[in-house]
T-cell receptor, first 111, second 116 residues
Framework: RKEVEQDPGPFNVPEGATVAFNCTYSNSASQSFFWYRQDCRKEPKLLMSVYSSGNEDGRFTAQLNRASQYISLLIRDSKLSDSATYLCVVNSGRTGNQFYFGTGTSLTVIP | DAGVIQSPRHEVTEMGQEVTLRCKPISGHNSLFWYRQTMMRGLELLIYFNNNVPIDDSGMPEDRFSAKMPNASFSTLKIQPSEPRDSAVYFC??????????????FGPGTRLTVL
């Protein structure tokens, strides 16, 4: 079983729509959780960390459900510039510093 | 800050040749990671270093791959001999090991490797 699993999509949504991505992880001892964004032919960049209580950054909301071992990302009022691949990332290494990346969910926001 | 620096940005080589990819992490970061990304397999961790010491190299595909970190500001990933199936984008990332949020990883721009 993969450490981190995501629905690859693609998600094609109109501007202004709300879209949600989910991700599940297999190691219940995982400690840190992140969403990264990767634009085409670019490197992944941190979008936001995911905290136990849930956190919001503008139009983006991340939530963690430890009991069910899933992480979610909600994007409200989608913009064309949100089009990218969103990677779910879990830190569950023995040394606490090994990241496992999901294969990513592709989002295209349509005018 | 210049961010993570990788070179070369693009490499085209013939099967059997040696390939060396280079990475300079962000100054002050003590962890360095090498990843490989392909359409089929996504982003895979190859190896990571803590304070210049290799911690986990279980992701290194086979003996043809080797990585070194002679000092805190430089690392190499070498493939010898290269094969067409090694064609991928290779990313280097660095972080400051410790509790969150300190262990955010910062990625370099990647090296796009094509082995003919």
């Amino acid at each position: 079983r993969k450490e981190v699993e995501q629905d690859p999509g693609p998600f094609n949504v109109p501007e202004g729509a709300t879209v949600a991505f989910n991700c599940t992880y297999s190691n219940s001892a995982s400690q840190s959780f992140f969403w990264y964004r990767q634009d085409c032919r670019k490197e992944p960049k941190l979008l936001m960390s995911v905290y136990s209580s849930g956190n919001e950054d503008g139009r983006f909301t991340a939530q963690l459900n430890r009991a069910s071992q899933y992480i979610s990302l909600l994007i409200r009022d989608s913009k064309l510039s949100d089009s990218a691949t969103y990677l779910c990332v879990v830190n569950s290494g023995r040394t606490g510093n090994q990241f496992y990346f999901g294969t990513g969910t592709s989002l295209t926001v349509i005018p | 800050d210049a961010g993570v620096i990788q070179s070369p940005r693009h490499e085209v080589t013939e099967m059997g040749q040696e390939v060396t990819l280079r990475c300079k992490p962000i100054s002050g970061h003590n962890s360095l990671f090498w990843y490989r990304q392909t359409m089929m397999r996504g982003l895979e961790l190859l190896i990571y270093f803590n304070n210049n010491v290799p911690i986990d190299d279980s992701g290194m595909p086979e003996d043809r791959f080797s990585a070194k970190m002679p000092n805190a500001s430089f690392s190499t990933l070498k493939i010898q001999p290269s094969e067409p199936r090694d064609s991928a984008v290779y990313f280097c990332a660095s972080s400051l090991a410790g509790g969150p949020p300190a262990n955010e990883q910062f990625f370099g721009p990647g090296t796009r490797l094509t082995v003919l």
